[in-house]
């Protein structure tokens, strides 16, 4: 059901896991070689896991569409369990980071509250206006200890209702998990959602590789000029 794609440095044991589609594997090397830049290693690995269909696969209930005439399904669970598999199998030992972008950065929280396979979480621009989603994350803490948010700036200047909501979701989020005591940064961005995604992705993982490797949290990374 699932593909997998891998890229860096294969004998790293630092190891990025992402969901991707078609589209997004075509971005892959371009946002690899931003980590490089970024962080100014090549002790990383990344695992691009495509997906076949975008809004079962990464959703984790049963939503009504937001846009178009394609609801959300319920496949996120079996997902995950391919990617623990991975985790706890072929990549055992490995400091991996979950992330993703839009619907797999939801899919990346709400990971990290049902798996403590993770070392931390990116979620670029996700998906976090998607029905019931910061009310569930009141209820089931995270289980990941660093978490990375980015937004960008203008993703809720939209005619659409649902997603208008985004900046104030993506700031209850934020709040959420602090308030559990993770330690999270949130990251604005110039632009709408569909602006530089393998940049987004890139200083996410950046952040997070880099905070592993320090061992300690830091608010602000690098901004791209």
């Not at 970024?38 to 569409?65: R, Y």
Request: aromatic share 12%; with cysteine.
């Amino acid at each position: 059901m699932y593909e997998t794609f891998l890229y860096g440095n294969e004998t790293a044991k630092n190891l990025i896991i992402q969901p991707v589609d078609e589209r997004e594997l075509e971005s892959i090397p371009k946002e690899v070689e931003e980590i490089r830049k970024l962080t100014g290693t090549e002790d990383f690995a990344l695992l691009a896991v495509k997906v076949n269909n975008w809004n079962i696969d990464l959703s984790p209930w049963n939503a009504p569409a937001v846009f178009g005439n394609e609801n959300f399904g319920d496949g996120a669970e079996e997902t995950l369990k391919y990617i623990n598999d991975l985790a706890e199998g072929e990549y055992k030992g490995h400091r991996i980071v979950l992330g993703g972008y839009s619907l797999a950065g939801l899919f990346a929280l709400w990971a990290g509250t049902k798996s403590d396979a993770f070392d931390g979480i990116v979620a670029a621009s996700p998906s976090v206006w998607f029905h019931g989603f910061t009310e569930y994350l009141k209820e089931y803490e995270m289980k990941v200890g660093t978490v990375y948010l980015s937004l960008g700036d203008k993703e809720s200047k939209t005619r659409n209702a649902v997603l208008s909501t985004t900046d104030a979701c993506i700031k209850k989020t934020h709040e959420i998990l602090l308030g559990q005591g993770i330690k999270c940064s949130l990251e604005w961005n110039e632009g709408n959602h569909f602006r530089n995604p393998e940049i987004r992705m890139a200083k996410g993982f950046a952040w997070a590789l880099m905070t592993q490797k320090k061992g300690e949290y830091n608010e602000q990374i690098k901004r791209n000029p």
